[in-house]
């Protein structure tokens, strides 16, 4: 079958570095992306790889190994409102996409 | 302002009523998404659309009904509701791929509970 693995949980300091890793197994792979949800709300659109290499957006960056069917999602300067959960999502062809369980952070101050 | 428009946001119904989630998106995107959303499994596709009139299932289909005869509007169907689809629906849209990937932009949901 078809899955995406992330950690359920990660905790992190105020001002540290976390990385959020994502490793996939999927028929089709078109590209990885990185959602950011907080409590209550609906997911956002942080990062997308279609190619090997890492992306950087500010204080996120996002990196993807397709030969390795391995993506992780950096955050730097870590800020309480980082606070929330995400996911990583592979798009298998088409429109068709396959969304990890989710990855909740913690920021402590 | 560019947005991803779902109604109702809350709904409670019993077992067997027909209901329909309404999703408008006002950026004129090819393609439209549902999601439920259930605690532990993320994000699951229902159905998506790459364009009027064309419609295909995602990862769990059953029990729902989708259309899409306008580019903007994508309902999505419970004909005949159960309890284990008490969920957080979301209803996304998203330009043609390009650069930008699947990037797609989510409504507000819509928590269905179904007694």
């Known amino acids: 079958g078809q899955s995406l693995e992330q950690p359920s949980e990660v905790t992190a300091v105020e001002g540290a570095i976390v990385q959020i890793n994502c490793t996939y197994q999927t028929s089709g792979f078109y590209g990885l992306s990185w959602y950011q949800q907080h409590d209550g709300g609906a997911p956002t659109f942080l990062s997308y790889n279609a190619l090997d290499g890492l992306e950087e957006t500010g204080r996120f960056s996002s990196f993807l190994s397709r030969s390795d069917s391995y993506g992780y999602l950096l955050l730097q300067e870590l800020q309480m409102k980082d606070s929330a959960s995400y996911f990583c999502?592979?798009?298998?062809?088409?429109?068709?996409?396959?969304f990890g369980a989710g990855t909740r952070l913690f920021v402590k101050a | 302002e560019a947005q991803v428009t779902q109604n109702p946001r809350y709904l409670i119904t019993v077992t067997g009523k027909k209901l329909t989630v309404t999703c408008s998106q006002n950026m004129n995107h090819e393609y439209m998404s549902w999601y439920r959303q259930d605690p532990g499994l993320g994000l699951r596709q229902i159905y998506y659309s790459m364009n009027v009139e064309v419609t295909d299932k995602g990862d769990v289909p059953e029990g729902y009904k989708v259309s899409r005869k306008e580019k903007r509007n994508f309902p999505l169907i419970l004909e005949s509701p159960s309890p284990n689809q008490t969920s957080l629906y979301f209803c996304?849209?998203?330009?043609?791929?390009?650069?930008?990937?699947?990037?797609?932009?989510f409504g507000q949901g819509t928590r269905l509970t179904v007694v």
């Open positions: 999502a592979v798009n298998t062809g088409g429109f068709k996409t396959i």
């Open positions: 996304a849209s998203s330009p043609d791929r390009g650069a930008r990937g699947t990037e797609a932009f």
